[in-house]
């Protein structure tokens, strides 16, 4: 009798294991529930943002950014068609911020904390999603500093926040970005919260979503496609159109892209602002046309129209899968799965670490 039980417990534990496992339809289809309507409407809002470093006290910079925030969303709300998403840029509440881990740690927000509060009232009387990115910090994450995307939903709680899914490397020659993304500690984030959430796909009565502020990474965005993503949301502090609009059409999903505005004749004003709205065929539906100046775009989406017999992207899995599976990457995963106090301290220092774990250097 034991044994049997012994039995039934391990054949349970491996179809329970099967079904959590279970992240891509092998017939191309992919999970969704019924959509409300035929057609959504698509807002995004492009602002700057005052850096919480200039300012003596953090919590004042935060709650002119805040006000800043729902000023605008006021303004989207308002004018013109009502939208069902209202989309931010990476950084409106805390804008960006540079130096040490113990510096940058004075900088962030908590979600869901007092902002999203806020946020969600304009959410909630607007009957909108929406969504922005702040640096963040977790109590279940000590010391690191997380990106994330948030997610305010109609209801105005907070459906979902996206972590990053892995940081870009290699591009400066002196420093890493040293925010926690899933990459950096893997194994810890799929234990608490588990494998499906490392591509997490939002399905709604205005179609699957997904949000992220990857850049320069194909894969990230093809494994999103697999799960089914519709509609592929991004924020930036700076970004590549080409990137956007290639990853659009490769993967066959609309998107909105929401970048910070940078002031005339200072470093990198030339990459500011033109946020974008762009369809599945990589072409841009509308753009905002200035750098520097904020602005709010919209765009009708027919995603009843374009879900209509959809299936996932076709990808030459199996030609490329012999080299795939000899391919190793410089940096190995869970490279911040380490004591609180053994974090980097500064970009310098996570170059360090990198220039210490490197496959290619060692």
């Known amino acids: 009798m034991r044994t049997l039980l012994?039995?039934?417990?391990?054949?349970?534990?491996?179809?329970?294991?099967?079904?959590?496992s279970k992240l891509v339809h092998q017939d191309g289809s992919y999970e969704m529930i019924p959509l409300e309507k035929e057609n959504i409407v698509i807002k995004v809002i492009q602002t700057g943002a005052n850096s919480l470093q200039d300012f003596e006290d953090p919590k004042e910079g935060l709650k002119q950014n805040l006000d800043h925030m729902i000023s605008?969303?006021?303004?989207?709300?308002?004018?013109?068609?009502?939208?069902?998403?209202?989309?931010?840029?990476e950084f409106p509440l805390t804008g960006y911020s540079s130096g040490s881990r113990k510096e940058k740690l004075k900088y962030t927000i908590q979600v869901p904390g007092p902002e999203t509060k806020a946020l969600g009232k304009i959410a909630k009387e607007c009957d909108t999603y929406l969504i922005f990115g702040s640096y963040a910090t977790d109590s279940d994450w000590p010391q690191h500093i997380l990106s994330l995307n948030t997610v305010i939903g109609r209801n105005g709680e907070v459906m979902k926040a996206f972590w990053k899914s892995r940081n870009i490397k290699r591009i400066y020659k002196d420093r890493e970005i040293t925010t926690t993304t899933i990459e950096a500690v893997r194994d810890k984030y799929r234990e608490k919260y588990g494998i499906d959430e490392e591509f997490p796909v939002l399905r709604?009565?205005?179609?699957?979503?997904?949000?992220?502020?990857v850049q320069g990474d194909p894969f990230v965005f093809a494994a999103f496609a697999m799960k089914g993503v519709e509609i592929m949301f991004r924020t930036a502090t700076l970004f590549s159109e080409s990137d956007v609009l290639a990853m659009a059409w490769s993967n066959n999903f609309y998107t909105a892209m929401a970048n910070i505005t940078i002031p005339l004749g200072t470093p990198y004003s030339d990459a500011g602002g033109r946020s974008l709205i762009a369809s599945p065929d990589g072409n841009i539906i509308i753009q905002d046309p200035s750098t520097h100046e904020e602005g709010i775009i919209s765009a009708e989406i027919p995603?009843?129209?374009?879900?209509?017999?959809r299936k996932i992207p076709n990808y030459a899995l199996e030609m490329v899968q012999p080299i795939f599976l000899q391919y190793q990457q410089e940096i190995p995963i869970n490279h911040l799965d380490i004591p609180a106090n053994e974090?980097?301290?500064?970009?310098?220092?996570?170059?360090?670490?990198?220039?210490?774990?490197s496959r290619y250097l060692n």
């Open 6 to 20: 012994t039995l039934m417990i391990i054949i349970f534990a491996l179809g329970s294991l099967a079904v959590e």
């Open 343 to 357: 974090l980097p301290q500064t970009g310098e220092e996570m170059k360090e670490l990198f220039d210490a774990i």
């Open 204 to 213: 709604t009565e205005f179609g699957n979503f997904a949000v992220t502020t």
């Open 303 to 309: 995603i009843a129209a374009f879900r209509k017999n």
């Open 72 to 89: 605008m969303a006021n303004k989207a709300c308002g004018r013109g068609s009502k939208p069902d998403f209202l989309l931010f840029h």
